[in-house]
């Protein structure tokens, strides 16, 4: 009885880890040669995500096996903000503490915004994010209570509007899952307060450490892991009862029969595998990185550049143009640095322009970089959207956009109808973003053995 998992990033590393505790023999597949996913890392600088929230996720998955997490600590101030007039603010979990930054009435938006961001979480949260995919009668209980008062008729851009400085500020969240901030719904204000409300979390290491200690544990628990095996179809077949189920996971070295399969690789990946037609809809936004190694060492911090026109910035980004004077996001740690600018994904910017302009646009960063914060690069590489391919169909590093009134509703764990398979990851339910994506393998698997007992 046979539990096949592709890909070892956040989300496969949690879905093996529920196989295995359900008692499955349990072999991840994996194309790259190591795990984390988008969190791989190269030569120790992040190539992804680098802001820890939600601990007790992980935490959680740990203790499941008697085992301890990581140390994850709290990370003071949360972000350091600059804006082109040079004003700064480095908000903290202290609310005083921030407030003492801002002007009165600013204060007074700060205080208001984050309540709001509080109450609309609180009330997303039990439907969206720490459940299964909602059901009909669960979405209709959401839309006639909390969802009634999540302002459902409104755009982000209204909900948040607060001055030159604070609206770009609370604007630059719904980005954390892929969206377009003018195009987002106001319910995506939410995200706001996982972060100033809940907190920013480190550990040594960074994100590629949390996911090598995930696979330790994996591991220590009998997992199997086959890295550089790339993935290329699903057989599928029907059962003796006669129901559809997928029989084999076909790699370029070999098929892999199995009872169970989870993927755990980009939702459009698994389609394709499928034959299935790939959704038209609209993708949300990809990422243009420069990883740099330091000669010497830095803080750790998070550090946001605002552009002089962030409304500008996303005319440009949603023409299919990269922004020609782009929101730069740094965090650095130790020797490593990680730059990233929003960029578009290649369902509108064509991968020519790409492979043409994409050393001469990391350069334009390097300059504006050099300008804001200064760094003793040693060494440096392109991530853009083509390389984001590797893990994202199309490089949409949270594939669906959430954007308009069913904008934030992501794809459910089920695909294809095939019985025996589940869909977990950043793509589908409940999100994008390390915890999420760790919620979405080990509650997918938890549903996936509900409903298929072979
Ligand atoms: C630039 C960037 C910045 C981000 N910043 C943050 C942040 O600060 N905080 C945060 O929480 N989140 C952040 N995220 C989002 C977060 O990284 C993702 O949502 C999360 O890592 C997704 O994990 P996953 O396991 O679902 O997918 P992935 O990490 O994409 O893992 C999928 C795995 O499947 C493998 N795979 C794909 N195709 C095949 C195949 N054919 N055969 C075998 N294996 C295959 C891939 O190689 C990959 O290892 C960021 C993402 C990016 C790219």
Same mark, same amino acid.
């Given at each position: ?114 309540? !709001? ?59 954390? +899952? ?16 996982? !972060? ?60 892999? #029969?199995? #009872? ?69 996001? +740094? ?124």
């Amino acid at each position: 009885m046979r539990a096949v998992v592709i890909g070892a990033g956040f989300a496969g590393l949690a879905a093996a880890l529920r196989l295995r505790k359900a008692g499955l023999e349990t072999v991840v597949l994996e194309k790259q040669p190591a795990p984390g996913g988008k969190a791989i890392g190269w030569e120790g600088v992040p190539t992804g995500p680098t802001v820890l929230t939600l601990p007790e996720v992980i935490r959680e998955i740990f203790a499941a096996f008697g085992a301890t997490a990581p140390a994850l600590y709290a990370v003071s101030p949360l972000s350091r903000y600059r804006w082109p007039d040079g004003r700064e603010f480095a908000p903290e979990l202290d609310l005083e503490a921030t407030l003492s930054q801002l002007s009165s009435q600013e204060a007074q938006s700060y205080r208001r915004l984050l309540e !709001e961001a509080r109450r609309l979480y609180e009330g997303a949260s039990p439907t969206f994010i720490f459940s299964d995919p909602p059901t009909l009668p669960a979405l209709t209980r959401y839309g006639l209570g909390a969802g009634l008062r999540a302002h459902p008729l409104m755009g982000l851009p209204r909900l948040v509007e607060s001055g030159p400085h604070l609206t770009p500020f609370f604007l630059r969240f719904a980005t954390y +899952l892929g969206a377009n901030p003018y195009k987002a719904p106001a319910v995506l204000h939410n995200i706001a307060w996982v !972060e100033l409300g809940l907190g920013v979390y480190a550990l040594e290491g960074g994100m590629r450490a949390l996911a090598d200690a995930l696979y330790g544990l994996a591991k220590a628990q009998g997992v199997e892991f086959s890295f550089g095996t790339e993935v290329v179809g699903l057989e599928t077949a029907q059962d003796p009862g006669g129901r559809p189920r997928v029989r084999e996971v076909r790699t370029a070295a070999g098929g892999y #029969e199995a #009872e169970w399969v989870v993927s755990a690789a980009d939702r459009h990946f698994t389609l394709a595998w499928l034959k299935k037609p790939l959704p038209t809809y609209e993708l949300g936004v990809s990422g243009f990185a420069v990883l740099m190694r330091l000669s010497e060492r830095q803080p750790l911090g998070h550090w946001l550049y605002f552009s002089p026109d962030y409304a500008g910035e996303w005319r440009e980004l949603a023409s299919g143009r990269l922004a020609s004077d782009p929101t730069l996001y +740094l965090h650095t740690d130790g020797e490593a640095a990680f730059l990233l600018v929003n960029a578009p994904s290649l369902q509108v910017m064509r991968s020519e322009t790409l492979r043409a302009k994409g050393q001469n646009y990391a350069r334009l960063l390097m300059r504006k970089l050099r300008r804001l914060h200064p760094l003793p690069i040693a060494e440096w590489r392109v991530m853009s959207p083509l390389e984001y391919t590797a893990t994202s169909y199309q490089g949409a590093l949270y594939g669906r956009a959430p954007h308009g009134l069913w904008g934030s509703l992501r794809p459910g764990w089920s695909v294809g109808g095939w019985a025996n398979l589940a869909q977990v990851g950043g793509t589908v339910h409940p999100g994008g973003g390390v915890p999420l994506a760790l919620l979405s393998g080990w509650r997918g698997v938890q549903w996936l053995l509900n409903r298929w007992n072979p």
